[in-house]
């Protein structure tokens, strides 16, 4: 299924599951990919929130809205919820649509802000980032 994702994707999505796993999710949601995305030093997301919200509060806020349950075993595999079935499918869209062969963790940010109905975009665009604001700072072009 993740054939097409390069290392810094593929890697999202290792974290992803590692923090549904650790908050006992019994599935892998876009909450959890964009807890994932944020610890890309360099990534998309973290140059967005420069000089405005710090990463940390958006954890804290996420994990306030997503009480723990009990640590699921690493191992085990866990289920896409249906919006990270969706965030990934638009991530591929964005990614064909652009001309690119593999897709990387700026289109799985942009998988996320295109459904503004998934927690994890409501999250951000809280914090001031949404699809219009993501594709200008793809090209350069973010105001901010």
Request: net charge neutral; glycine share 6%; no cysteine.
């Amino acid at each position: 299924m993740f054939d097409r994702y390069n290392v810094a994707a593929r890697r999202a999505i290792y974290w992803a599951h590692s923090e549904a796993s650790e908050h006992g999710s019994p599935f892998i949601e876009t909450e959890h990919l964009l807890l994932a995305l944020l610890r890309e030093d360099d990534g998309l997301v973290r140059r967005l929130l420069r000089g405005g919200t710090d990463v940390e509060d958006i954890r804290r806020e996420i994990q306030a809205a997503t009480p723990s349950q009990n640590p699921v075993i690493r191992a085990r595999e866990l289920p896409l919820s249906s919006s990270m079935r969706l965030a990934l499918a638009n991530a591929a869209q964005d990614a064909g649509a652009f001309g690119h062969q593999h897709i990387g963790s700026d289109h799985l940010l942009l998988g996320i802000v295109r459904d503004p109905t998934s927690f994890a975009a409501r999250v951000l665009q809280k914090h001031g980032i949404d699809r219009e604001r993501v594709l200008a700072a793809r090209k350069g072009t973010d105001p901010a």
